[in-house]
């Protein structure tokens, strides 16, 4: 059975850090895209940022660059999210996914997500 697993979400005050974790399973995903996105209360998911499966390239939203990193180590399937200092506004829960694709913004590309982890920023 194929999952995502993400963890590393909490409250964190304004300006502060987090690293968000994704561990994959059931199959390896070194030939995956991989993407976070999340989702604020009464708001559509969005893309926060996506890595190709070499790590070669990434992309990221505007509202993150410059304050979030992704990576990945295909070694242990898994994929990281740090998030610097962060904003009120970054609230929400935030989903990892995996994509056949070399390297992708769109939702509709990716195939596997996880369950999601919540992280609230205080102000």
């Known amino acids: 059975q194929v999952q995502l697993v993400e963890s590393g979400g909490g409250l964190v005050q304004a300006g502060g850090s987090l690293r968000l974790s994704c561990a994959a399973s059931?199959?390896?995903?070194?030939?995956?895209?991989m993407g976070w996105f999340r989702q604020a209360p009464g708001k559509e998911r969005e893309f926060v940022a996506a890595i190709s499966w070499s790590g070669g390239a990434t992309y990221y939203a505007d509202s993150v660059k410059g304050r979030f990193t992704i990576a990945r180590d295909n070694a242990k399937n898994t994929v990281y999210l740090q998030m610097n200092s962060l904003k009120p506004q970054d609230t929400a829960v935030y989903y990892c996914?995996?994509?056949?694709?070399?390297?992708?913004?769109?939702?509709?590309?990716?195939?596997?997500w996880g369950q999601g982890t919540q992280v609230t920023v205080s102000s």
């Open positions: 059931g199959r390896t995903f070194s030939r995956d895209a």
């Open positions: 996914a995996a994509s056949g694709m070399k390297i992708t913004t769109a939702q509709a590309s990716y195939d596997y």
